[in-house]
T-cell receptor
Framework: NAGVTQTPKFQVLKTGQSMTLQCAQD?????MSWYRQDPGMGLRLIHY???????DQGEVPNGYNVSRSTTEDFPLRLLSAAPSQTSVYFC????????????FGEGSWLTVV | AQSVAQPEDQVNVAEGNPLTVKCTYS??????LFWYVQYPNRGLQFLLK??????LVKGSYGFEAEFNKSQTSFHLKKPSALVSDSALYFC???????????FGKGTRLHILP
């Protein structure tokens, strides 16, 4: 029962460093997405994908890159970390049928100093 | 573009009393609507969803929600609150034919013993 797995769970970066948050799901879901959660801002969509080779921007895409080479994996890359990217990041997946439930990973806590 | 509003940052309810957490939405077409709950330092857990059919939807842990198309609302309710219901609640919407799922800012529910 792995579901949606995110790594790492905690990370501290220095301003300007790059890193990749990993996300994998074992439910054969076509749809995968990344959200960031900030106090008072709720969950904001960063990027999403409806299948391998297909990605699209969400509400707050700047400073982040994604790729989808396989159905299972959807990594999120921070190109040059900034303190404003300090947040909790959640990966989520679902079937592409719009009524399907979306399932979340446990989150990745990122601090940029 | 779809959007969700949760007008209350926090709701306080005495244990045993009924609770309501409000949600309104905006979509261009017909909506799929969801409620999720988040406990401290955890990911989001699915509570219930409205796809079509009966406007009153029943979900996990005794929660229910009523879809009101004329008021574009999807309020979460429970007849008798428990202290263990204290958590952060998110409403979300997916427009039919779209892939993105957009979340509200969340409402913190405090159940007072």
């Amino acid at each position: 029962n792995a579901g949606v797995t995110q790594t790492p769970k905690f990370q501290v970066l220095k301003t300007g460093q790059s890193m990749t948050l990993q996300c994998a799901q074992d439910m054969n879901h076509e749809y995968m997405s990344w959200y960031r959660q900030d106090p008072g801002m709720g969950l904001r969509l960063i990027h999403y994908s409806v299948g391998a080779g297909i990605t699209d921007q969400g509400e707050v895409p700047n400073g982040y890159n994604v790729s989808r080479s396989t159905t299972e994996d959807f990594p999120l890359r921070l190109l040059s970390a900034a303190p404003s990217q300090t947040s909790v990041y959640f990966c989520a997946s679902s079937r592409t049928d719009s009524g399907n439930t979306i399932y979340f990973g446990e989150g990745s806590w990122l601090t940029v100093v | 573009a779809q959007s969700v509003a949760q007008p209350e940052d926090q709701v306080n309810v005495a244990e045993g009393n009924p609770l309501t957490v409000k949600c309104t939405y905006s979509v261009s077409g017909n909506p799929y609507l969801f409620w999720y709950v988040q406990y401290p330092n955890r990911g989001l857990q699915f509570l219930l969803k409205y796809i079509t059919g009966d406007n009153l939807v029943k979900g996990s842990y005794g929660f229910e929600a009523e879809f009101n198309k004329s008021q574009t609302s999807f309020h979460l309710k429970k007849p008798s609150a428990l202290v263990s219901d204290s958590a952060l609640y998110f409403c979300a919407v997916r427009d039919i034919g779209d892939d993105k799922i957009i979340f509200g800012k969340g409402t913190r529910l405090h159940i007072l013993p």
